[in-house]
């Protein structure tokens, strides 16, 4: 057998108990009693430590060497590059650092759950010190390891081929527009009147009218499920997917658009290219691709004129008796494209999100390039939040840089995902209108055409591409913010 | 650290991969959809060979012959004879030979599946014939490496301690008086009539009133769920206890007496020495004590006069509406206690139940001891059925030795646990009843004194005595049908 069979072997070996975490894990969030967790957590802890025992066996090294002797189609190449690179990912650090951090990121984590309610920035910062520490010590490692800058080598884990000279362009020229646009957007709203919805909206009747929607969408309900959670997410494997949302049974509009976003990722899951299962090269490509996926769901499809009708008329028949100005799809439009400036990224619309990102993004590169201390952060986030969105932060820790549990937790180089993912999802829309009639397919409820586009340029490509090749391939052009920007404009000014 | 010790640690890694194995399997029967089941069914084999190798590394050898010379508490000796036992189970077949077993039963199974219905015995022979001989083989194999005969060498992976020959004893008591007490009870059943449900009872509903029954019966909803597959059962881990049921909406009888059923051996989980978890000796002790549990809940208390009574005063809760005479406490006894003969074991109620298992036994004793061929046991079948239930199925194959999967899949040794089961739980009422007021308790509605007799006796003892320990020292007497006989007499003569 040759290397890079045995190596492929290995890779299905460990997709295997991937499975199994996929599913414990998704049961642990949606299912599983309180009173399980404790045992739940160890048996998970059991399974990460043999699924990293699998990455890294001492025979891999050979193989590696060996298969990049071995004569291999462009396909078989590509495998053996993201099989490397998944390798490489789990064979980086020193088992001392990955313990370290793990330990010094749920201590953070656990006190953050208290001091942030407290607004106590003194108690997270001592915390938060080893975590950064840390983090820095991993990217200087990674950054040895890969010939990148620290903070872009952290980017890599997330976006491979992302660089912050890439993303300094790209936000560089987002940051010339948005506080623009967001002022105008304002502005022109001022008018628009919106009613949010009142009395009870219930669950069972919520979780129907989000299936319904799912059809549309082409879900395919027998490889996947839709459940509940705290957290909404999309996990399982591509073989059976499960998204979960949240209901409240005040109102509706969150939960719905939750699972149009949902089924975008899951989608493109279910449609990663089966003959690559359990193959690297068979999975999702990034983090950006995977968040455009969902994007392109939720904001290029989800609102557009076409899919709110779908919407209006769905929640119609699943909420009869419920106000008809409140169903209308006006009102929907209104609801689902109101702009606010607020202070918390979860909760901040189309329009405001990316500003959002870039601040974090411009600080978390200077932070673990060495540039700024974590002292300086409070301080930092004021300002940035002033340019951009008009806001201050000053002595207000809890709504700045307190609110997220990434940093808690070391995640640094994963935030700039959700932009890129908005980016994307504009370009991969301009591209596919240059041949389908996306409002046309939409309106007359058969997406056939959309998913196809999809699946061809994106779906069916798995990892086998760069990020860069993918989207040159699928759009014709590098990442760029023209069709982001074109986007934005066309629906709030 | 001792190689006792050891042996604790490599217990609970192992229980860990148990725990993912138990939670995969309750959702691929419970909540994957169908088009996930080639991925999981890999995922879960993966995870049995891993577990495999952890049941047999080397290493163990060597703990196991010196943790006997190491000095053990009493409790630590039964962890190192119920560790060992299961080591034990684990190391003695050769791999060939469970391979060997496991095609012959899946290629025997997946053509029983249509056979069955067509009644063609003589193409289920061809197979069968090779699954006997291989189960005979690994009879022969563990017969040499137990010191046991060979029936009662498959008899101890599901009932270690008992024998053909005190299963001779007890079951050819029950034999005895049985046919008889049939009769008999046919005959004083001839003038009663019941009403058997009509109409609709939604499945949300029969599993509201489902989950009150559960709560009557303290299941810790905290450690444990209710949900539906196909094949009710109880799954999961003792933390997190799953049990499923079936809805037909066209009655309710069925699925409510299931959950009680259910919610014993859940209980007993639940109620398994936590100090002891993850290791050999906190487990159950047999299938037949297993089942005890849910049988004392089913059949002990399920269908005692007061808790009929619970059981009609929820059902008029959430049916209401329904004909009062069906839902009446008179008419659930007569339901729940009616006797009828028939081919089915599944289908076959509480009294003429044994006779099923007994013919079963005597069949399937004769048939690994090589005292029969397996082309004679439809002749065998026809004339102890004519013996023992008056019906004969002379031709009659897909009602007769063709309508289990036991026997198909190579499960010998099994079927005396159910009705071993009946019998300690008659057993363990009746020494219960000495001081304890039963049917008080249950008629209060609060029946935490028979859950305390329970705990303290059984389910707090996991697998540190062995069965007749446990049963001598509950009951003050070792298994023996009289309990069975008298609780039977009381309720259908």
């Not at 073989?239 to 949902?262: A, C, K, N, P, W």
């Not at 439009?333 to 974090?360: N, S, W």
Request: hydrophobic fraction near 40%; include cysteine; charged fraction near 20%.
């Amino acid at each position: 057998m040759t290397a890079f069979k045995q190596l492929q072997q290995h890779a299905k070996q460990i997709s295997h108990f991937n499975h199994l975490a996929a599913i414990c894990g998704w049961d642990q969030a949606a299912m599983m009693p309180a009173g399980g967790n404790q045992a739940r957590s160890e048996a998970m802890a059991a399974l990460s430590v043999h699924i990293h025992q699998l990455q890294t066996q001492p025979q891999l090294t050979e193989w590696y060497a060996q298969a990049e002797t071995e004569t291999l189609t462009d396909t078989d190449s590509a495998a053996l590059r993201e099989m490397k690179r998944q390798w490489q990912q789990a064979t980086i650090l020193p088992e001392a650092l990955v313990q370290a951090k793990s330990l010094a990121g749920s201590k953070c984590e656990h006190a953050w759950r208290t001091q942030r309610g407290s607004n106590d920035w003194h108690g997270y910062e001592k915390n938060w010190a080893e975590v950064v520490k840390l983090s820095r010590e991993e990217a200087q490692i990674r950054a040895e390891a890969t010939g990148l800058s620290c903070y872009d080598a952290m980017l890599d884990i997330y976006e491979p081929g992302v660089t912050s000279t890439s993303l300094d362009t790209l936000f560089g020229d987002v940051k010339q527009w948005l506080p623009q646009m967001i002022n105008s957007a304002l502005e022109k709203q001022q008018q628009q009147r919106c009613i949010e919805p009142s009395g009870v909206f219930p669950a069972a009747q919520q979780k129907a009218l989000g299936q319904s929607i799912m059809q549309l969408l082409q879900f395919d309900f027998n490889h996947g499920r839709l459940d509940e959670s705290v957290h909404p997410f999309c996990g399982g494997v591509p073989q059976d997917v499960r998204i979960t949302t949240r209901y409240s049974e005040s109102e509706f509009v969150q939960s719905l658009m939750g699972i149009v976003h949902e089924t975008g990722h899951a989608r493109y899951e279910q449609g990663l290219p089966k003959l690559l299962a359990g193959q690297p090269a068979g999975e999702a490509r990034s983090m950006g691709i995977h968040e455009s996926q969902s994007l392109f769901f939720e904001m290029q499809l989800g609102r557009s004129a076409p899919f709110i009708e779908h919407l209006a008329n769905n929640a119609h028949q699943h909420f009869s008796g419920q106000d008809s100005k409140l169903l209308s799809a006006d009102n929907f439009q209104a609801l689902y494209t109101k702009v606010e400036r607020g202070f918390i990224r979860v909760d901040a619309d189309e329009l405001t999100y990316p500003a959002h990102v870039i601040l974090r993004y411009e600080i978390e590169r200077d932070l673990i390039n060495g540039a700024v201390d974590h002292k300086d952060i409070p301080e930092l986030w004021d300002s940035k939040m002033q340019q951009y969105l008009g806001l201050s932060t000053a002595g207000n820790f809890k709504d700045g840089c307190m609110q997220d549990i990434h940093w808690t937790d070391g995640a640094f180089g994963y935030f700039p995902s959700y932009t890129l993912g908005a980016m994307y999802a504009a370009q991969f829309m301009a591209a596919m209108q240059q041949t389908i009639d996306v409002d046309a397919a939409v309106r007359s409820g058969d997406l056939t055409p959309i998913f196809v586009w999809l699946e061809q340029h994106i779906w069916s490509k798995g990892s086998l591409l760069t990020t860069d090749q993918l989207v040159k391939q699928a759009t014709g052009e590098t990442l760029n913010a023209n069709h982001f920007k074109a986007h934005l404009a066309a629906r709030y000014l």
